[in-house]
């Protein structure tokens, strides 16, 4: 049986935030090797700019169900940096490039993380 090809799950992402006029640079490193991927402070795969909307940091996933989707936000909420990243004015965002069944199509869900006003910190 043949493998089916990965998704383009981060060049994808990249498209999109380049129509809508951000300037994307991708941040994530692939390990010599190994199929190992060092991401920017162990969340993000894509650094974007704006003049107009400020600095962001995306991290990316291809799943085919929510799980993964939660699982990469609870992995930027436990990294402590995250929380230097946004008091520092960035921004973070989860894009998660669902599988529509049945289909060939994917559907984009992004998610922005934001901090609240009593420190707690929620997607």
């Not at 935030?17 to 010599?32: F, K, M, N, S």
């Not at 962001?56 to 799980?67: A, P």
């Not at 990243?85 to 993380?113: D, F, N, P, Y």
Request: aromatic share 6%; proline share 4%.
């Amino acid at each position: 049986m043949k493998r089916a090809k990965p998704f383009a799950a981060t060049l994808a992402s990249e498209k999109v935030l380049t129509a809508e006029g951000w300037t994307c640079c991708r941040v994530e490193q692939r390990i010599p090797g190994c199929f190992i991927t060092r991401d920017a402070y162990n969340f993000a795969d894509l650094l974007c700019c704006s003049p107009t909307r400020g600095i962001m940091l995306v991290q990316v996933t291809g799943g085919t169900s929510t799980g993964n989707f939660h699982a990469r936000v609870d992995k930027i909420l436990a990294e402590p940096r995250h929380a230097i990243w946004m008091a520092s004015g960035g921004r973070i965002q989860v894009h998660s490039h669902e599988k529509v069944a049945g289909t060939k199509q994917r559907k984009l869900r992004v998610l922005e993380i934001t901090v609240q006003s009593n420190n707690e910190r929620t997607p």
